[in-house]
């Protein structure tokens, strides 16, 4: 036991390590483009939710000159309508509307989305598809651009840091799960396509044909990436490409349900993947519960490796507190100073939540998510089973 507990205390100190190095020159100024290709903005969009106005606000105090958003919704009855519609009635010509519809055999994201980039036209150069809770700084655009223009990279994708809005344990546990995926090293055979911020070229998309790929999946972002990893495409992700994005859960069930789900589709749409991060994180938690039994009965060698942990989650905290500090500045730090301070003693609960959740979704087929219930046998394989009454808000 001592053994093994030694090993994992240096891959906890080799975590911490690889977090400072991450933030090594981080907060520089955005490239300046020589030139600006027209941007499309692909949203797809459910429900008018408590952050989607700010969303819109930020999106549209770019800095960049030249772009457009298409949102795309399931039914013209959605909440998210009447915001989009204001909106559209300032800058008709900035703002496009897709009504999806409904089907039985993919996500509704997904639907969504496919509905939005069929009305993309030879004007827009650059693709990007974005959530609608996050919260981009002014110079985003330019910094997802900046890359293809250089031939950087053939995609560009984000990270999202997750802010918590209501103070529940479950939200800081939903957030540490996050940061430690956000600063993760930026290597070529790691990287991978994010939904809710991606951006590639138009002709990209076309020459991929993504959207027929798309057709009958339920992970747009999966399988987006494997497209582009088939077709030996280089995705770039910028580590100043962190979008904030709050959060607000309802208790552990739902983040649960939220991580099964997740794990469920790197399943089947990534296995090897899957199962080399469930391998990590099953050690990573294991370390953590032979640490704290060995505590409790008195070992020597558990307490001082315990012991040293703690400091490393210190120190790892810290890290991410220079993290924010050097991406947002004053702010970031005031919106993340309870997460900051709660990260040490929380990271061991994230990390066993993340190995329990992994584990339970290796068998898994059906999930709900947006209030539709799917079934799903492959990544091109689904079924809606159920799907809650749709609930038009103001």
């Not at 996500?107 to 004007?123: D, E, F, I, S």
């Not at 799917?374 to 689904?382: A, C, K, N, S």
Request: glycine letters at 6%.
């Amino acid at each position: 036991m001592t053994t093994f507990l030694w090993v994992w205390l240096a891959t906890q100190a080799f975590g911490v390590g690889i977090v400072w190095l991450f933030t090594l020159g981080l907060g520089g100024p955005a490239r300046r483009l020589a030139t600006t290709p027209r941007v499309a903005v692909v949203v797809a969009v459910k429900g008018h939710d408590h952050e989607f106005d700010e969303f819109l606000t930020r999106l549209f105090a770019q800095d960049y000159p030249a772009f457009r958003v298409i949102f795309a919704v399931e039914s013209a009855s959605d909440g998210a309508v009447p915001a989009i519609e204001k909106y559209r009635s300032v800058a008709p010509d900035r703002v496009a509307l897709a009504i999806a519809g409904q089907r039985s055999d993919e996500g509704q994201k997904t639907t969504n989305l496919r509905a939005a980039v069929a009305t993309l036209t030879p004007a827009d150069e650059i693709l990007v598809l974005a959530d609608a809770d996050i919260w981009p700084e002014p110079d985003w655009l330019a910094r997802l651009v900046a890359p293809l223009s250089a031939g950087e990279a053939d995609v560009v994708s984000g990270f999202a840091w997750m802010v918590v809005k209501d103070d529940r344990l479950s939200s800081y546990v939903l957030s540490a799960m996050g940061a430690a995926v956000a600063s993760i090293p930026r290597l070529p055979f790691l990287n991978a396509a994010w939904g809710g911020c991606t951006a590639m070229a138009r002709e990209t998309f076309r020459a991929l044909d993504i959207a027929e790929a798309w057709r009958g999946t339920l992970s747009d972002d999966l399988q987006l990436t494997n497209v582009v990893q088939q077709a030996r495409c280089r995705i770039g992700v910028p580590r100043e490409i962190l979008l904030r994005t709050p959060i607000k859960t309802r208790g552990f069930a739902e983040i649960s349900a939220g991580a099964r789900r997740w794990f469920m589709l790197v399943r089947i749409y990534m296995p090897t993947t899957y199962w080399l991060a469930l391998t990590a994180m099953s050690f990573s938690a294991l370390g953590w519960a032979v640490a704290v039994l060995g505590t409790l009965t008195l070992r020597r060698d558990a307490v001082a490796v315990l012991t040293a942990a703690f400091v490393l989650n210190v120190l790892r905290a810290f890290g991410r507190a220079r993290l924010v500090r050097r991406l947002w500045g004053a702010e970031g730090m005031a919106e993340n100073a309870r997460y900051l301070r709660l990260d040490p003693l929380i990271s061991p609960l994230a990390a066993l939540l993340n190995a329990v959740c992994g584990w339970s979704a290796a068998f898994m087929r059906h999930t709900t998510w947006a209030g539709i219930t799917y079934e799903i046998d492959g990544p091109q394989q689904v079924r809606v089973v159920a799907r809650a009454p749709q609930v038009t808000q103001g």
